[in-house]
Nanobody
Framework: QVQLVESGGGLVQPGGSLRLSCAASGRIFSINGMEWYRQAPGKQRELVAAITRGGRTNYVDFVKGRFTISRDNAKNTVYLQMNSLKPEDTAVYYC?????????????????WGQGTQVTVSS
């Protein structure tokens, strides 16, 4: 019913920047919470940043001041601007969306994960 496509990952030097995108498509009525997670090799997946439909944001301490989450409700897209990247930011980044969508003539709400995009910070 709903598909998520992530983009924007890649290889960047320490101190560099990347912008991740996660676009949702399908029979979408609305998208509520949008979040970015990351998972480094051998570690558990962890929350990085979150944004409500109204635009209220929340960040984990290790990205505050460096990462910015934003959303475009008209495009059903969430972004993660990452600046001052560090080698320890290397991970696969996943978006997570709470989506209300049309299932026939009714509405349903489910949680969806993106496919993940690799971010590697290395000189």
């Amino acid at each position: 019913q709903v598909q998520l496509v992530e983009s924007g990952g890649g290889l960047v030097q320490p101190g560099g920047s990347l912008r991740l995108s996660c676009a949702a498509s399908g029979r979408i009525f609305s998208i509520n919470g949008m979040e970015w997670y990351r998972q480094a090799p051998g570690k558990q997946r962890e929350l990085v940043a979150a944004i409500t439909r109204g635009g209220r944001t929340n960040y984990v301490d290790f990205v505050k001041g460096r990462f910015t989450i934003s959303r475009d409700n008209a495009k059903n897209t969430v972004y993660l601007q990452m600046n001052s990247l560090k080698p320890e930011d290397t991970a696969v980044y996943y978006c997570n969306l709470d989506v209300t969508y049309f299932r026939g003539v009714t509405l349903s709400t489910d949680n969806y994960w993106g496919q993940g995009t690799q971010v590697t910070v290395s000189s």
